[in-house]
């Protein structure tokens, strides 16, 4: 059993992560007090981005294309992420429908793209990151081997900035501006600070992060873009649900979906899980956020002008 | 003399005749205006896969017979969008239909009673109205291969480069197809071990069907598994989950372990290729969907068109088999696999297409 658990972690753990920035990408700006049902059109484009970018300088630059692809992702996620801010900060449009538009059109502009560069729908990278154990740490007994043997440099780069965030929005008072936005924004106004500019820059980072989510998935599992990133946008955002708006909540949320999956991806594999049909592991994170949703809802901490325009 | 003369001018006058009379004939035929249209399966035309294969085979065909051949890419992968693509071809004046994938069964089905002057070929699947009470009718003809040949072809090649390790099989959905891929690929590592000496196993654990031809995590995460717990070679008949398997076999290979991907349908060493410039993919089980719709369209010019039968497609009409280079395999190796594979065109070694004892499923 502890040999299942230790061979499943590090798949789980890549697995995991782009939700979790997926996650973060929502609740960034969900916390400013824009709904972001559109995490899954940012991830999208960052998905196109980062493969279009590492597919042309991989040949030329070799491994360094991996990372200039995540950070040109990241800034082509927020500038799109302007289209979901324009209508829904400036515009005052129902934000559910812009974030419903922004996903529309990031699958329809994507493949689209994608067809006239390449010819057909798909671009694919040579070579994605490769494993390798974390120095030091990957003797840790126990611990060690769950989290630190088999890992991806881009999994420490999203948990440095799953805690980058963390930080910021609770330790700085740009955070507690942020936050309040989301909560009460005339309040915030009325100490003389401009909440669109807030709200916009949240949408912005907000765009980055889900870009990140995308391009994260070209470089470790995926290796190609193909047009959809399979619904993990959506449950992002129920991941965010899930973890109550909270970077604590989403990390556990992200983890419990990424380690369901995983299992009922690889059940089969393994004596001990196949007696088990993979489709109840696969079932079970959804069933579970349901449940945690039904119990949760008098309590939920949703931002309280969260889709309030401003 | 004069009577050598006579005979030549009598000679020469026939010989004008006779080709004049085929040229003739040969520019009615091209006036016959055979127009061929294909439906493309999920994905796109250059998928490297089912489209790209049997698109190249009608595009050849065009090229040697004198016709601008017309894809459709339908707008889903319903029943109905395939419909409506068919149906767009066929109203168009489209007389010969060509659809890739077993997905087209119940949609040629429908297509044939209602197009009954238009010819349609249906690439690996029967036309049924989802049941499976096959009805061909008279301007049809279904095509299926021999998977099992192919498995079994490639299985021998990867044992006699791995000869003492482990080997595994990621499949996409359970059907027929893929189970024969894997049947073979099973009887090949048998066959490789009791007459060419090599010490390769399969585990059950190992020989997996994903349910699906289309998540490349899952394709990456069972390879990572299997390989992690010493599986050498695997192979992938799946699609997209096929699509991260080779993934995860560059990655493996990249990190210094000699790990290998058994590619499917079509030669897909160029997928595997790394910055290196090398593969991973030690070889490819395929199938020569470009050869199927070539000659189906070269029967239906020369009037000969099978409608109404289902055809399978073995070695013996060189409709499976690996590629004919293999640069991650040796001359030598390259021999003694061509060598099985004559024995499979003599009927020497018969390769079975159901789950024979011994078996994984």
Known sequence: MWETITQIAPYAVAYTIPLLMGALSGLVSERSGVINLCVEGYMLVGYFISALTISILQPIMGNSALLIGLIVAMIGGAIFSLLHGFASISLKADQVISGTAVNLIATALTVYIARNVTGSGNISIMLGIVRSDVPVLHSIPILGKLLFTNTYWSTWLCIAIWAFFWWLLYKTSFGLRLRGCGEHPSAVASAGINVHKMRYIAVMLSGALGALAGGVMIVTYSGEFNGSVAGLGFLAVAAMIFGQWKPLGILGATFFFGIATTIGNVSQLFASLSSFPPVIFKVFPYAITLVALVLFSKSSAAPKADGEPF | ?361
Not at chain 2, 55 to 67: M, N, Q, S
Not at chain 2, 235 to 249: K, P, Q, S, T
């Open chain 2, 1 to 361: 003399m004069k009577k050598f003369a006579t005979l030549l001018c009598a000679m020469l006058a026939l010989g004008s005749f006779v080709f004049a009379n085929g040229q003739s004939e040969s520019a009615a035929s091209s006036e016959t205006t055979l127009r061929v249209g294909m439906v493309t399966d999920a994905g796109t035309i250059d998928d490297k896969s089912f489209n790209q294969g049997t698109w190249e085979g009608i595009v050849r065909a065009g090229e040697d017979f004198g016709f601008t051949p017309k894809y459709i890419k339908p707008s889903g992968t319903t029943e109905a969008d395939y419909l409506a693509g068919v149906s767009d071809l066929a109203d168009s004046g489209y007389n010969m239909i060509i659809t890739p994938g077993f997905k087209f069964e119940t949609t040629i089905y429908k297509a044939q009673d209602q197009y009954p002057d238009v010819k349609f070929v249906l690439l690996d699947g029967v036309p049924h109205p989802g049941d499976y009470n096959v009805v061909i009718r008279d301007n049809t003809v279904a095509v299926s291969w021999a998977e099992q040949e192919s498995g079994f072809v490639a299985a021998v090649a990867a044992a006699l480069k791995m000869p003492n390790s482990k080997f595994g099989f990621v499949g996409g959905m359970e059907i027929p197809a893929v189970q024969k891929f894997n049947w073979g690929w099973q009887q090949g590592i048998k066959y490789a071990n009791e007459n060419l000496g090599t010490n390769v196993s399969i585990a059950q654990e190992d020989c997996l069907y994903s349910g699906s031809f289309s998540d490349v995590a899952l394709g990456q995460q069972m390879a990572a598994t299997m390989f992690d717990r010493g599986v050498d070679v695997i192979f992938a008949a799946a699609g997209g989950v096929g699509v991260g398997v080779i993934n995860e076999g560059k990655s493996q290979r990249t990190s210094g372990k000699d790990k290998w991907v058994v590619g499917v349908d079509i030669d897909q060493y160029a997928d595997g290729l790394m910055p290196n410039g090398e593969s991973c993919i030690l070889t490819s089980a395929m199938k020569y969907l470009d050869r199927a719709s070539y000659d189906m369209i070269n029967d239906e010019l020369n009037d000969a068109f099978p409608g109404g039968t289902s055809i399978v497609l073995t070695a013996k009409e060189n409709g499976v088999g690996i590629p004919t280079e293999n640069p991650n395999l040796s001359a030598e190796i390259q021999a003694k696999c061509d060598d099985v594979y004559k024995m499979m065109q003599s009927g020497e070694i018969v390769v079975a297409a159901e789950q024979l004892p011994g078996l994984w499923k």
